[in-house]
């Protein structure tokens, strides 16, 4: 055979040998894992109790594939009546994981950066916080609500994260949202 | 391509008649485009490779001389005396470098007939900017898509990602293409040569090159004579407090050996960007870069080894960082953000932090009149972590309470540092090609190609799943010259295979999905010189793109568009059949280029609302976007023109025009550039004092508001039209005998508020303000 072919693989080929090996120790695998720990959000449980503390109900909002994949598995419809005041208190769960988190502990501890919001599209509905964070400013998570007219419609609660305390003023949202779930709502 | 030799004869009047020739046959080059750098004197030659340039203004001038599959030239020519003719002329031929080894390497300029755009080295120091997209944008037809001022992709004739192809040291750069905030990791300072080819590419490149693709080569390293020599650059931004370095060093002949070396290295770090009204949080990123160079042998036989690394971490803007639509609409009614940031170098989540490594190594070896046999190697590898900013809520675990309060620290650790999307992506190319030259001005190459891709996904985010790819591809194209004329064509088909993993959130087992696509891509073009000064270039190609695996598979929020993506596992290949016309014109004092460009697209694919069923999620109702293909049209213009008033005043205009149909719905396609035109005025004004090539150049780009988008479909409709006023001023200068150069430039100098409809934050930010830019670049070493 001609001498090129000595001269090019005596270049070429030791050049690739060496490349291949230098490449044998990278991996095509991910270091980082494969499901993180992060915690998400699958449900939103409503309890309430009235004035003196007297469980009436809970009602229950799950996704409990999470975000995306089956459709929520469970919204249930609030039903309270004109009647008297009721105390609430919104719980925040993760069933994803085994057991089952409450995340609602760490939101109302890191209360500065975390606000419920609370709207419905009845007429009548009246919601008052009744918790503070550090900075004397809502959280939200325990509210007094009361009903003037019958009807059907939604309750909706929405959770805002905080990023900056300083941006909380106790009255907008943030433009990061949490949380953010449709109860049908049913005044008797 | 071998450079191209240059033959100058002078005459007693500022007349300058020269000769274009090949550098090797020495066969005069028709059609070739000369100009006077600076000055916007320029002619194209002529059937014998002659051309004549009057009124040469100075002692002394550059000439660029380009031409489609040729390495641009720039060489600096006197422009009087009589006597010394003779000896300038053998000294511009001692000077020319008859043969680079990696020029060779050039990837995009198989087709002598399509129209491309060179921007050398010097240019490209000129117009650097941040991103490497941003550095392209002075051509017309090439915009840029931007989430931030630290991400940007570029768009060719209305197309991105994955239907472009840039290729890097001779392969194609493989990244995540699939979101807007994925730009192409690669340096803008990387020494090299770039290739801008608009119009389908497929059968050289292969799937993708639909649009056009971006060629960056690096600078040609020579083992012809001996030499050490460097460059060291500096860029400042005081829009965003932007500082960057870049230097390489190179030698060649080193131990009177067969071998050139370069190393290469850059920095950047810039802080947050300012609107003219408020400073946008969190924009801030820095990068650096490292790369070597080796080529080992002649230009019968060697082989070139190209390594780089580069590392960045960029800052997401935190009032683009929603929690769900209302959140977006929110920001959109407002109309700026909530709060203006401080000036801040900090970089927080949510953030992006991506590594390219990428190694290529080239053969080549000739044949002796056989042919030039190349053999390509690549490998690279793109590992991209996104971290959300939401990642501080956390459990403790356990039964005892202080183990849960220690599991609790652990985990959040543990969960700052963890993005919440990490996708590695390792790619390895290889490639055999066969060029020849026939006699009768016929050339061309046979070639065949594979690959093989490897993402691994980790994190909590499901818009990409594990995937494994191989394709392969075989090829061959042909030109022949013929008096005035040049004919080309090409034929390529491929073979795709892709085996994905498939788990969703909450899946305990995986699904195993293969699917296989196949396509031909072909090519026909023909460039014919009417006149000296006039030529014409036609062009039709086929060419196609696998779908990508997000357009199959994704099952998540994507929250860069607060929108639920769901993929397509049966979408099939998509098509496109591309016809360009370019008409160039060129006489003394003037010259305009004209590119006509109609694509249709056969299954194009795209995410279209599905208004009937939003995603309910915890976080609120997603508008649910489905993957469909339908039939689409892309048609547009792109326009250049100069005209010189006098010796040292020139006028120039250059603009696009891109209009998409969706032809399934009637619809405009989304996302296309407003129509643009940029009006300008050169002064080169030669020596001022000691400052060389002293140049001033002043445009306004004007962008009309994008009237062509689908009501409804979008969250807030397109922003209105702008105009901005650019000032650039610079020159060269002589430091300890170095010619170093030196530019000032402003972007938008009044300093007005506007926003592009290709940026991401148009919905919630104006794009930045003011921006003094200073670029100050030195050679070293022998000259």
Redesign the interface.
């Known amino acids: 055979m001609h001498a090129w072919h000595g001269r090019f693989f005596s270049r070429f080929i030791p050049v690739a040998v060496a490349v291949t090996l230098a490449l044998a120790g990278c991996s095509e695998t991910s270091t980082h894992p494969d499901d993180d720990d992060h915690d998400i959000v699958t449900t939103i449980r409503l309890d309430v109790t009235d004035t003196l503390g007297n469980a009436v109900r809970s009602w229950t909002w799950e996704d409990a594939d999470g975000p995306g994949g089956a459709a929520p598995n469970r919204i249930d419809t609030i039903v309270l009546s004109t009647n008297a005041p009721y105390l609430c208190s919104v719980h925040v769960l993760n069933v994803l994981a085994e057991p089952d988190e409450d995340l609602t502990p760490v939101i109302v501890s890191e209360g500065i950066h975390h606000q419920f919001f609370y709207a419905s599209t009845l007429t009548g509905i009246v919601v008052t916080y009744n918790d503070k964070d550090a900075n004397g400013r809502p959280i939200g998570q325990r509210i007094r609500l009361s009903a003037s007219e019958a009807g059907k419609g939604l309750f909706i609660i929405e959770l805002s994260h905080f990023d900056d305390a300083a941006n909380k003023n106790g009255v907008d949202p943030s433009d990061e949202t949490d949380v953010r779930v449709e109860f049908p709502l049913h005044i008797q | 391509m071998l450079p191209i030799l240059l033959a100058l004869t002078f005459f007693a009047d500022p007349h300058l008649h020269g000769i274009v020739r090949d550098s090797v046959d020495g066969v005069a080059l028709q059609g070739a485009t000369v100009r006077v750098v600076g000055s916007r004197l320029g002619a194209i030659t002529d059937a014998a490779g002659e051309f004549h340039l009057h009124d040469v203004v100075g002692d002394s001038v550059t000439l660029e001389v380009s031409m489609i599959g040729y390495a641009v030239k720039r060489q600096r020519v006197p422009t009087e005396g009589s006597i010394v003719v003779t000896v300038l002329l053998s000294r511009s031929d001692v000077e020319t470098r008859p043969v680079d080894v990696t020029s060779a390497a050039s990837s995009v300029n198989a087709f002598p007939t399509q129209p491309t755009r060179v921007m050398s080295a010097e240019e490209i120091d000129a117009q650097r900017a941040a991103t490497l997209a941003a550095t392209l944008e002075r051509t017309p037809g090439v915009t840029s898509v931007t989430t931030g001022p630290g991400i940007a992709k570029p768009m060719i004739h209305g197309m991105t990602g994955t239907r472009l192809v840039m290729t890097n040291a001779g392969i194609a750069q493989e990244g995540q293409q699939w979101g807007q905030e994925h730009g192409p990791e690669i340096d803008p300072f990387v020494p090299a040569r770039i290739t801008i080819l608009k119009g389908p590419a497929g059968v050289r490149l292969g799937p993708n090159a639909m649009g056009g693709a971006i060629s960056i080569e690096p600078l040609p390293l020579s083992t012809q004579t001996a030499s050490l020599r460097g460059e060291a650059g500096m860029n400042i931004f005081t829009n965003n407090g932007q500082g960057a370095l870049g230097a390489w060093l190179e030698t060649s002949r080193p131990l009177d050996t067969d071998v050139a070396l370069r190393a290469q290295a850059s920095l950047r770090k810039a802080a947050t960007a300012r609107t003219p009204n408020y400073t946008l949080g969190n924009t801030g990123f820095d990068a650096w870069s490292a790369g070597a160079s080796m080529v ?2 002649n230009d019968t ?3 070139t ?1 190209h390594g780089t690394m580069f590392s960045t971490t960029l800052g997401i803007y ?2 683009a ?4 639509p ?3 609409e ?2 959109i009614a407002r109309g700026a953000p ?2 203006s940031a401080p000036f801040s170098y900090d970089v927080d989540p949510p953030r992006q932090e991506v590594a390219h ?1 990428l ?1 290529s ?1 080239q ?1 080549h ?1 000739q ?1 002796g009149d056989v042919g030039r046999l190349k ?1 390509t ?1 690549g ?1 690279q ?1 793109n ?1 991209r ?1 996104e971290f ?8 403790g ?1 356990g039964d005892d309470p202080v183990e849960r309060a220690r599991d ?1 620290v652990a ?1 959040l650790e ?2 700052l540092q ?3 999307m ?3 992506l ?1 790619t390895y190319n290889g490639a055999v090609e066969m060029e020849q030259s026939w006699l009768g001005g016929m050339d061309g190459a046979v070639g065949v190609t594979g690959l093989r891709q ?1 993402n ?5 985010v ?1 818009l990409v799943p594990d995937y494994e790819a191989y394709g392969v591809g075989l090829y061959a194209f042909e030109s022949w010259s013929v008096d005035r004329w040049i004919f080309s064509g090409g034929l390529r088909v491929d073979r795709r295979w892709l085996t994905a993993w498939l788990k ?3 899946d305990t087992t995986t699904t195993v999905d293969e699917r296989e696509w196949g396509a031909i891509s072909a090519s026909m073009g023909m460039q014919w010189m009417i006149l000296d000064s006039w030529n014409v270039l036609v062009n039709a190609g086929l060419s196609w793109r696998p779908p990508q695996v997000n357009e199959l598979y994704a ?3 994507h929250h860069g568009a607060a929108r ?1 993506e769901v993929g397509d596992p049966e979408l099939d290949r998509e098509r496109a059949l591309g016809i360009d016309v370019t008409s160039r014109h060129a006489v003394r004092g003037f010259e305009a280029e004209a590119t006509l460009h109609l694509t249709h697209f056969d299954k194009y694919i795209q995410a279209v609302p599905d208004a009937e069923n939003p ?7 997603f508008p649910t976007y489905q993957f469909v293909q339908t039939d689409a049209v892309i048609v547009g213009v792109d326009l250049s023109s100069t005209l010189d008033l006098s010796d040292i005043i020139s006028l120039y205009v250059n603009g696009s025009m891109v209009r998409g149909t969706d032809l399934g719905r009637n619809v405009p396609l989304f996302l296309m550039p407003a129509d643009r035109l940029r009006v300008g005025a050169h002064l080169h004004l030669h020596d001022v004092l000691d400052i060389h090539d002293v140049h001033v150049d002043l445009s306004l780009l004007g962008v009309r508001t994008q009237d062509r988008y689908v009501v409804d479909e979008d969250y807030a409709p397109p922003p209105p039209g702008y105009v901005i006023a650019d000032l650039s001023v610079g020159g060269r200068v002589s430091i300890a005998g170095r010619d170093a150069r030196l530019s000032i430039s402003i972007r938008n100098v009044l300093d007005r508020p506007y926003r592009d409809y290709l940026s991401q934050y148009r919905y919630f930010a104006d794009d930045p303000g003011r921006d003094i830019i200073l670029r100050f670049t030195i050679p070293f070493g022998d000259l």
């Open positions: 080992v042998g036989l060697g082989v080894v935190d009032g960082h929603m929690g769900n209302t959140d977006l929110r920001a909530e709060t490594r190694l190594v053969g070896w044949l053999m190697y490998w590898q590992d972590s959300d900013a939401h990642n501080t809520r956390i459990v675990r609790s985990r543990r969960a963890t993005p919440a990490n996708l590695l390792t490897v691994d996904r980790a994190g909590s499901y969703g959130r909450g099952n998540d929020v639920y995603t309910v999620t915890v976080r609120g109702t």
